[in-house]
């Protein structure tokens, strides 16, 4: 479109639309919108053509269109932002706009946007009535600035920022259209034309690179040149000198304003803070995802394709203007730190403030500080001090942390004094058993009293201290009065602060927390002492809560006796003050002390102490140093929690006494006791000689009663040592028809009795020489009183008797964490053996190391010493060979060698059958787990049966065998028979461990899971008083219900009883159940849900039980797998395992496999 008459024009066609200019009121900024134009414009439009000769409009739309638009198009008064008018206006005196008689009147929307950008730019005075309006002193500036105010607001902050040069040249630019050119058909060379003055985050500092371009070259050149040049260089040459003819008129308004522009360049964030100052709602805020930008308001803007910010948008933009085409568009923009608005808006910006804290290492209150222009957070979260803000918030921070709770570092002195009085009133309240001594409100109301109202933080109450310290030095020093009421006196004898014992002096502390074990007085005893401590006397408390006490005890009586007492307080007091302390328990004195009142008989025996509170008990705290050993009310059982640990703390007390392999008297005189001093306390152990089986040793021991029973077992183990007796010899005395008698006694053996006998003729040689000598002297004068009394001739069935002590005395060491000694009594035994003719004695001593070994687990060992055994019994009696084979055929089947084993049972069988001998149960039991693991089921059930039969074992043994039966019965689905046997089994605690889960799993195949949950469930709580040696293989045998039952909680709890038997069976360790161990492992990790060791677990299981061919477990172990993938989501793979495990299950018989795989829909 264009105002003048092109001539040779005959056709004009017309759309009906026009980009108009329109200011928004919702966004405060200037519209391009299209619009259907006016029937003035329509008809000015048709007047394009037929100027000069006849022409012909073609309208683009509907006559009725046309005659509905309206007859003229909106003044311009009406559709433009009015705030240079108001600006003038309000200059000139001419009163409120919008009652000033306008022609047009604008909006009063437009109005009020008018005076709102001007109250933004600061030109107006804030809070003033319409009609009494009034220019700031910078808006009188803008007003000498012929531009619009945006610019003269731009202008104005240049003079301040050192950059007016730049900025008259950009507003200038702002003021006129761009000079900058792109026909369609040349856009391509003037983008890259144009883009040598481009600077990397602004578009405006273009505009200053393109000014200093043209008037380089406007020197150089002619003018003609220079037109010339504009015009290649795609330059509006008209525009431009537009732009310098403006920039001249703003430099002489400037000038008159007193704005002068310095020689000196100016930085580009000098540049860009001058032209924020104009702009502040065209701030922009980038999303953290995307292009577009917040702006002002709640309008979104994007910057225009051509902006040179628009490839890589910063974070934060200022748009020269806000234009509204088919989007918000934002021209000409620069990137700015938000942090500049804050000082350009200080008038603007919204203050708020939140999560107000402490600072201990600035020592004041602080706040974090959010200052929002227009809802754009500007700044985001800035930590500010809080007594700005809010003094009194501020003042109650600093006294709770700075000086109630100690958060802040100063070397103030009343600070440790404070400190030291708080203690000392807290330590009162322990005793008074009291919370509000000393408490935080106490405290705080102490400095919230003293404190001047105006210290907010450190550095306020350093200088408040300061000038207040010279006159009031004492005035923060707290005293006990400041903290507690009056009625808190104490007095010192009532609490006192060390226990007497003897010579002992034990220091006692207070502590009031209720249902704690130390709450009330504890008495601190060191664990070298505690030996030395007795029980009596304790009872009778310290004297400040013997009232208490008696009150409490008089509460425990009979209701009769109670009723004759009222009001029990009264009575107890009296009883309290009546008592004298005496060496006798306290509920005795005070029984006889209420019959005494009655006058009736009342004892202890009326007086329920369980009834007592607990604070009320002295608490007794044992102590290594700084370490609390063990804690409680009964000193007896504290002292048997750490009586190891004393008669250990007692040797280090004397370390030079103790020696250990001793053999003969060779150490002179053994002192009674010896005495040392530890941390103050006089130390007391009390020696004597230990029986070490071979030898003896000399320890320390805590008590004299221990000593005198140790060491008479001690001297007589050095005597008989010295004069060793022999029981064959002695047995040779015996009638034949005593020696009969003994051996028709159950548990008797005619050996045992002769070696109790020696014992009792060296206890009571020991005896008549007045008890065990303490001295060398002494133990020789024995020493001849026992060769006299007993027979000292060496003896070959000794040296027997020898191996079978040492044997049994091994076994007794096979659950000690440490298999040390255990070992070396058998090594032992093998070495005595080793010196005796006959085979079988050797033999026997074999035969003590391997149930060491086995024990142990120490099973290659083991079947080694079993061949040597089969070797030395080829011609020894049947018995010998019998266990010979045993030996070797359980060895061979815990390696995984399964033929092998069942061969030597065949041995077995064929060696004792034609003598008529019962068969043991291991004959069965090793081919019944076979056949069961191996799928042959129906050749299992006869020889679980047969085992059963055939052993006479604890009802914990059976279990296993019914156990492992049991899976025989549940992998066949045989639940019901298998649910007969159970019910038929013994109900002891342990036998129950197994039972019920086996009956939850029984119940499960039967349908019925609530009666399986509560079966479950009462197996949890049998649980929890299971024997440690047991839990195991319990947690094996629960493993299946726990899975169906889906107990996450309970697997883990299995999964850390089972890892530590990774790869063997939880009881035996036998290497041939490492698969069945790790299905275990794997299907506990299924229903904990951890899948990837699931997976990982139930593969070893499955190369485990396919190398030893046990079918039925591998077949199961397929199955969990199968179930453990599909749980991950690998389908495939778990259809071809269950697809194995169904048919192997089916050829099996294994109708529970079946039932699982249809159930968990695993095809």
């Known amino acids: 479109e264009t105002s003048l008459t092109v001539p040779g024009i005959r056709y004009v066609v017309d759309a009906g639309l026009a980009r108009i200019s329109r200011y928004s009121h919702r966004l405060k900024v200037q519209r391009l919108p299209i619009e259907p134009v006016s029937q003035a414009s329509a008809d000015q439009r048709a007047g394009r053509c037929g100027r000069v000769a006849p022409g012909i409009c073609i309208r683009l739309y509907r006559e009725d269109d046309y005659d509905a638009r309206p007859e003229f198009t909106d003044p311009e008064i009406l559709r433009t932002n009015l705030a240079s008018v108001i600006l003038q206006m309000t200059n000139l005196g001419l009163g409120d706009v919008e009652a000033f008689p306008f022609l047009d009147p604008p909006d009063l929307r437009a109005i009020r946007d008018g005076v709102a950008l001007l109250e933004e730019l600061g030109a107006l005075e804030l809070d003033r009535p319409a009609d009494r309006r009034r220019l700031t002193r910078l808006g009188r500036k803008l007003v000498n600035l012929p531009v619009d105010p945006r610019m003269a607001r731009m202008v104005v902050q240049a003079d301040r920022e050192g950059s007016v040069h730049e900025v008259l040249v950009i507003a200038a630019a702002l003021s006129i259209q761009d000079p900058r050119e792109r026909p369609t058909e040349h856009r391509q060379e003037a983008d890259e034309l144009h883009r040598r003055f481009d600077v990397t985050g602004s578009d405006f500092l273009a505009l200053v690179r393109l000014w200093d371009h043209l008037a380089e070259r406007q020197r150089e050149l002619s003018s003609n040149r220079f037109r010339k040049l504009c015009r290649a260089e795609h330059l509006n040459y008209l525009r431009v000198r537009e732009w310098q003819d403006l920039h001249r008129q703003l430099r002489q308004a400037a000038k008159r304003a007193g704005i002068v522009a310095s020689t000196a360049a100016a930085t580009p964030d000098q540049v860009h803070r001058a032209l924020l100052a104009g702009l502040l709602s065209h701030l922009g805020m980038r999303d953290k995802d995307g292009r577009e930008y917040q702006g002002a308001r709640g309008a979104r803007f994007a910057l225009v394709p051509s902006s040179r910010l628009a490839r890589k948008p ?21 990137s700015v730190q938000p942090e500049w608005a804050e000082d350009l808006a200080g008038h603007l910006v919204k203050r708020s403030y939140g999560e107000p804290r402490w600072d201990e290492r600035s020592g004041r209150a602080v706040a974090s500080e959010r200052v929002t222009l227009y809802g754009l957070p500007v700044v985001a979260n800035r930590t500010v001090g809080l007594g700005a803000v809010d003094s009194e918030l501020a003042r109650e921070l600093f006294i709770e942390h700075a000086l109630v709770r100690g958060e802040w570092s100063t070397r103030h002195r009343f600070r440790a004094d404070n400190a030291r009085c708080i203690e000392e009133v807290r330590e009162l309240g322990d005793k008074l058993r009291r919370w509000d001594l000393a408490d935080h409100d106490a405290v705080f109301a102490f400095y919230d009293r003293v404190l001047g109202s105006d210290v907010v933080s450190g550095r306020h109450f350093d200088t408040w201290w300061k000038q207040v310290r010279r006159t009031e030095p004492d005035l923060l020093t707290m005293t006990a009065a400041d903290l507690v009421g009056d009625d808190a006196g104490t007095d010192a004898d009532a609490f006192p602060d060390e226990w007497r014992q003897g010579d002992l002096v034990l220091p006692v502390s207070y502590r009031f927390e209720p249902g704690e074990v130390g709450d009330g007085v504890i008495v601190h005893i060191p ?5 030395r401590v007795d029980a009596h006397g304790f009872d009778w408390q310290v004297p400040g809560f013997r009232e208490e006490l008696v009150a409490a005890i008089l509460r425990t009586l009979p209701k009769r006796l109670r009723r004759s007492l009222t009001p029990l307080a009264d009575a107890a007091h009296e009883l309290a003050r009546s008592l004298v302390v005496v060496d006798r328990p306290l509920v005795d004195v005070v029984a006889e002390a209420v019959g005494a009142r009655l ?22 705290a044992i102590e290594d140093g700084d370490e609390v050993m063990a804690i409680g009310k009964d000193l007896e059982a504290v002292r048997d929690l750490v009586g190891g640990r004393v008669r250990a703390a007692i040797a280090d007390a004397a370390p030079d006494i103790e020696r250990s392999g001793i053999e003969r008297w060779d150490f002179g005189d053994l002192p009674t006791v010896v005495e040392t001093t530890v941390h103050g306390h006089v130390v007391r152990g009390y020696p004597a000689l230990l029986d070490d089986g071979d030898s003896v040793s000399i320890k320390v021991f805590s008590t004299p009663e221990i000593q005198a029973r140790i060491m008479a077992t001690g001297v007589r183990r050095l005597l008989l040592r010295s004069v060793p007796v022999g029981v064959k010899g002695l047995a040779k005395g015996v009638p034949n028809e005593v020696a009969l008698a003994v051996g028709a006694v159950p548990g008797l053996s005619l050996g045992g009795l002769l070696r109790d006998a020696i014992t009792a003729a060296a206890d009571r040689v020991i005896a008549a020489h007045g008890g065990p000598p303490w001295d060398r002297a002494g133990f020789e004068a024995l020493l001849e009183a026992a060769r006299a009394a007993l027979d000292a001739r060496p003896d070959h069935e000794l040296v027997k008797e020898r191996v079978w002590v040492l044997g049994k005395l091994s076994h007794s060491h096979l659950l000690d964490p440490d298999p ?13 053996a080793e010196r005796l003719e006959d085979p079988a004695d050797r033999w026997v001593g074999l035969g003590w190391r391997g149930v060491s070994l086995f024990g142990l687990g120490r099973h290659a060992e083991w079947e080694d010493l079993g061949q040597r055994c089969a070797d030395l019994a080829a011609g020894l009696p ?38 008529g001998l019962a068969l043991p149960s291991f004959v069965f039991g090793v081919p019944a787990v076979v056949a069961a693991f191996e799928g042959r089921f129906d050749d299992a059930h006869p020889l679980f049966d047969a085992w059963l039969d055939a052993s006479n074992l604890p009802d914990v043994s059976r279990v296993g065998v019914l156990s492992g039966e049991g899976w025989a019965f549940l992998w066949t689905a045989e639940a019901l028979r298998y649910e007969a046997a159970l019910d038929a089994f013994p109900a002891s605690a342990d036998a129950l461990l197994s039972v019920y889960p086996l009956r939850a799993t029984v119940v499960l195949l039967g349908g019925d899971e609530s009666r399986a949950e509560s079966l479950y469930d009462d197996w949890l709580a049998l649980l929890e008083f299971a024997p440690a040696r047991f839990v195991a293989h319990v947690a094996a045998i629960a493993t299946y219900a726990t899975w169906r039952l889906d107990r996450p909680a309970v697997a883990r709890r299995l999964l850390d009883v089972l890892a530590p038997h990774a790869g063997r069976w939880p009881t035996f360790g036998m290497p041939i159940f490492a698969g069945p161990a790790d299905l275990h492992l794997g299907v506990n990790h299924v229903t904990a849900g951890d899948l990837d060791a699931a997976e990982a677990s139930l593969r070893s299981a499955l190369a485990s039980c396919e190398e030893v061919g046990f079918h039925a477990w591998a077949t199961w172990t397929r199955f969990h797998l199968a179930d453990a993938l599909a749980r991950q989501g690998r389908e495939d793979e778990a259809a071809r395992l269950a697809a194995t495990a169904r048919a192997d299950a089916e050829r099996m018989g294994m109708r529970l496999i079946t039932q699982d795989l249809d159930r968990l829909g695993l095809t």
């Open 878 to 915: 049947v018995v010998f060979q019998r266990d010979s084979l045993s030996w070797l055929a359980q060895a061979a089947f815990e390696r995984g060698d399964v033929r092998g084993a069942l061969e030597l049972v065949d041995r077995y069988v064929t060696l004792l059958e034609p003598l």
């Open 599 to 620: 006058g009736e008989r009342v004892s202890a025996a009326d007086v329920d102490l369980r009834e007592v509170p607990s604070h009320l008990r002295v608490t007794f």
């Open 527 to 531: 664990l070298a002492v505690l030996n």
């Open 314 to 334: 910063p974070a934060w933009v200022m748009a020269a203007e806000l234009v509204e085409t088919n989007r918000l568009w934002g021209r000409m923009a620069a």
């Open 820 to 832: 040390t000694e255990g070992l070396a009594l058998t090594a032992a035994a093998v070495e005595l």
